[in-house]
């Protein structure tokens, strides 16, 4: 069995045999094929189709042979020396592996050798980190001390420098501590800076009490303070000279405790009402400010009868009065003072900082007493909207510095002055519109001022806008001025939606008196509108809403906001379309009733004899056609009558809308509804430009240019024959050929020539179609 197995094995081994060597055979076979092609492509590109150019095979082979001579010489060179260049590297690499093998060793030794040292010496190094502790320790210790008996010092200097009267000695002392008690602030030792606190406010009360003891004296031999106006007859005192050296050494003193009462004032508890100045006022104004404190305190405060709610203009007029009585006190004796001291502080604004302080604690108090009173928080609101006016005018107060104002920002406050603003808006407009002149305007019998011809409700209501802008111009605040500004275009769609009620009341009389008021009235509005929209306050105001994003106006889409932010619309574009809106659908409903009037009118003239009137020749002059009268009659009522009761703005958009409706009905319903003989279109065109455009031409200097069509068809109507016969041949050749280039004039220029723009070619062949009068054919 085993015999058959390896004869057969044998037989498929050399079966492989033979099939690879068959295989390698057509492999070999198809390279030679290949390699001869080249040849032959080669052959044919150098030699090319010439036989008599085969002698040069020749010197091909033998170059051929001696560039494969030296290609062979170049592979065996660099085959022979890469072996060594291999051989080298190898050597390197084994060298530089040793090396490292080397380093690696002395590392691992030295490493060891350093963690025992380490180990040894980590005794010791704790011993010296406790000692260094112990020694940093008595450190702080000893600087501790040296602190406590820095205070001790300057306390005996101040000491002594009181009981020898040697006060500017006492002051730099006491400004020493105070500097020290700023440089602990970070130190944590809060019983050390507590102590020390305690010693700065001890002997700054017994130095500011003594100054300020005798600065009280020095300003009242001077008439300080001055509680009613000054009076120039009072002589100053004897002694004048010798207060003012006083008075400037005390106010310097003052100045120099200046650091330590600081200090000392942040440990004072904020009022009641957190009314607290951005910057603590300077210690002499701050003295000086006390006899008017006491006063304001004793007659604004408590059960006094001048302790009144409802007359809040009593202590905000005071404090006006002392800001005015004093401030040549301020400016001539205090000011050179701190001039010369160098102290950056304007005396007068000291003193109205301080005297302001307490007119915001009254205020803050009586406002939130006043929150469920609706016309005593309006008193208050408009006192302190005085206030805040004059205090920045007549007392030229800074505006960077807070206000009376500021009280009126706080959210409950604000809320309510919002909410009652409203209130009192939607209630003067009831009263405005139900007033019995409502709709009359007050300058009716004044013609150079009544071109807007504004009801006398649309200008009060715009008036109660432009007073609540006046009231919210001068917050302080972007936001809050916003708020106003949303709920002044809350207003203005409630009037808008007042206007549209009361116009559909009287829309059964377009013509009425009432109609066309409301019409006027909303076309003002949107005057004022415009203006305001370009007006710097709203252009700021406009900036500011694109800053706060929807806060306060609600989503501003981004469409909407690049147009604001760029300047393109303004904050009254909504307002501005929905009453164009309204003022279209208006004069829509009044263009409409004009124009039924002016359709019954002219039946009668649209039925007249067109075709048999006799011509112009026949016709001693032209009159206008009789059945004409009434229509013009009609047409000149409405447009006298709508110019006394319509805006100049309003009447001219009537009298041009009238004008285009008028031509189109009359092209359409009159010219192209009849025929007409040379004498009918004479007296068409009589009666359009003698009578019908003059009675437009009050109004501008060529009204035929708003009656086009009916101007060009009188044009075409009264051609004479030759000129019509002409111009019908040639719109009939035109229509026969008009999809061929032609050398003729087109009928665009032929009728351009007539005076006809507006009309089309096909146009005129019906107005040509539409004369009688041809010559017999």
Sequence with gaps: MAAPMVEERSWSGSEMDSTTISA?????????EEVADFIVQFVHKEIGSDLKALGKVSGMLDKLKAENAALEKQVLTASSSV???????LDTAEKCRFDLESLLQRERVLSN????????AQTWADRLGQTLGQLDTMEKHLKYLQCLARIEELSDSIQQCLMTSSTWEAVSAIGTLANLDMSLEESGCSHLQA??????????????????????????QLHWPSISPPTPSLSPPANAQELNSQLELLVSQLLALQTSDDLISEKDPPSRLGLSQSLPLSLPIKIMLVPLSKRFRYHFTGNRQTN???KPEWYLTQILMWMGNNSNFMEEKIQPILDHSKANINAKVELCRGLLSLAQEKLALDASRLLYDDALFCHLVDEVLQFEKELRTTHTYPSILPGALHILLEEAVFQKWLSVEKKMALEKVDAMLSAEGAWTSQYRDITDMDELKAPDCAETFMTLLLVITDRYRSLPSPQAQLSFLALQRELVDDFRIRLTQVMKEESWNPLGVRYCAILNAANYISAVLSDWGDNVFFLQLQQAAVALGDEVLGPLGPTETGRLASLEGSLFDELLGLLERLRGDMMGRLLDAVMRDVREKTQVYIRDRWLSLPSQCDQATMSLSSSACPMMLCLRDHLLQLQQLLSLHLFQMFWQGLAERLDLFLYQELILYNHFNEGGAAQLQFDMTRNLFPLFGHYCKRPENFFKHVKEACIILTLNVGAALLLQDLLREAEEIIALESQQPSPEAALNELGVFRLTPYDVSIL???RASWPAQ
Excluded: M, Y
């Design 113 to 120: 050798t350093l963690q025992q040292h380490l180990q040894g």
């Design 83 to 89: 072996p060594l260049r291999v051989a080298a590297a």
């Design 768 to 770: 040509v179609g539409l």
């Design 308 to 310: 009144s709610l409802n």
């Design 24 to 32: 390698n055979n057509s492999e070999s076979d198809s390279k030679h």
């Design 195 to 220: 102590f020390l606190r305690e010693t700065l406010s001890f002997w700054h009360k017994i130095i500011k009490d003594r100054l300020a003891g005798d600065f009280e004296d020095v300003l009242t």
